[in-house]
């Protein structure tokens, strides 16, 4: 088995948080490949129906039930880390929410909804925000440790030219803006560790489905080419890349 994340030391531990299905699962499978990890930490919030995960089955892959939005969920996963030792060198937030029952990206200020607000807020922003809170003391302490939460260039308030899905874009400048934040306190915590926002560019998951029809061709990328892209994003950054917010080919996004 090679290597392609040879900017992280051997026999590293990684999480993904998100990981029954799109992207996260994706990321799974693609660092279960790769001899950098040795062991691969996955979380989703039903792990009995999450069967594509189970079906990765094997002695790195540990794979533990997360719901993101659950304070004491996330304090239990940081608290059966210790007990198995384990320090991710590599964290990557991948969980979000776009649309889901009964709600959709609002046209227009009409449209907009408490509770899909809240919804769309809990996991995109502040479901991340615990995972920093938790994990930060548990990441590795030698060597390069990244903490990745997978954004969307809609968060951009620079880019925003089209308008639209209020609470998605709003949820994503506000997961950007923890980022931003914790990177200056990883600054002066933990001084081995980055952390950034990563846009995957659009890909052809659940998520997307819905809106696939208007983008260009060629845009649309498969999950396991969005993989590869983030990995490669995410092997290639160093201490000065830290707080940034960064797109699959590596260019950094306004904010
Ligand atoms: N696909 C794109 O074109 C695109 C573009 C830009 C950014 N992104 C971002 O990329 C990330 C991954 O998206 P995707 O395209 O892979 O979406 P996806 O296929 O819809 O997968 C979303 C994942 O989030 C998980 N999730 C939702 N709520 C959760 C919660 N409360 N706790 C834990 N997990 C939860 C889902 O788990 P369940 O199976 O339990 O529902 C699922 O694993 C998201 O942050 C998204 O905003 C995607």
Redesign the pocket.
Known sequence: MRSRLESFPDASVALVQ???????LGLVKALLEDAAFETIVAT???PAS?GDLRSLACDRLSIRA????DPAQVENLGRALDEEGLRPSLVVN?????HGEGFAPEKKLEDLDMRALERVFA??AF?PALMLKTLRPRLAREGKAVFAA?S?RVGSIGDNRLGGWYAYRASKAALNQIIRTAGIELSRRNRNAIAVAL??G??D????QPFQANVPAGKLFPVEQTCDYLLSVIDGLTESDNGGFFAWDGKPIEW
């Open positions: 998100g990981a029954s299905r799109g992207i996260g989703c919030r039903d999450a997360l719901d993101v939005t991948a969980a979000g929410v776009l996991v995109n479901g997978i969307a846009h995957p659009t890909t998951t659940g998520l997307s």
